[in-house]
């Protein structure tokens, strides 16, 4: 039997209707309710223009820092639920509109490619609306594949984005 060790995972949210920032806030507190999960970190709100149609309301995006006991499957399975949970659908259209999204960013050091499970995650590296609040709670942090994510931040532009509330304390 493997033991239990905590390992550091980042969890990217965003939301764009209904109240985008209660909708994120809500999503934070209850992130610190997962099982053998530890809320950490979070970042501040950040507001981003859409990555997809344009004819939709900005989005309200933060980062949070956890430790977790879960293996990579059973934590994304947990935030599978969690979203449900918070009342997310499935857009209608790719990158639509939405009322939760939470996006398993890394866990650990833990490298997938798999149908369902990419870590770290897909667009982490591009994305200046994950970037920006993860700088924020973890300039240092090593992206397996891409490098440090404040050299990252780097070379994205930050047209798009802007900060809401500056926080750097945990839950």
Do not use: C
């Not at 999503?27 to 970190?41: F, K």
């Not at 995006?61 to 997310?88: I, M």
């Not at 996006?103 to 490619?113: F, H, I, S």
């Not at 609306?129 to 397996?144: D, H, K, R, S, T």
């Amino acid at each position: 039997m493997r033991p239990m060790v905590w390992q550091p995972a980042y969890v990217a949210l965003g939301s764009n209707l209904d109240d985008p920032r209660l909708q994120v806030e809500r999503a934070i507190g209850e992130l610190a309710s997962l099982a053998d999960t530890r809320l950490v970190l979070r970042s501040g709100l950040w507001r981003s223009a859409p990555m997809g149609p344009q004819h939709q309301p900005d989005f309200i995006n933060a980062v949070a820092g956890l430790l977790t006991l879960l293996d990579p499957h059973a934590f994304l399975e947990n935030l599978r639920l969690l979203e449900r949970r918070l009342g997310k659908t499935e857009p209608s259209v790719r990158w639509g509109p939405r009322l939760i999204d939470l996006d398993l960013l890394m866990v650990g050091n833990a490298q997938y490619d798999e149908p369902g499970l990419r870590l770290p995650h897909a667009g982490l590296h591009q994305r200046n609306f994950v970037l920006y609040p993860l700088a924020e709670i973890a300039p240092m942090l090593w992206v397996p594949g891409h490098g440090r994510v404040s050299k990252l931040l780097e070379g994205i532009p930050g047209d798009g984005i802007e900060p809401l509330l500056a926080r750097n304390s945990g839950a």
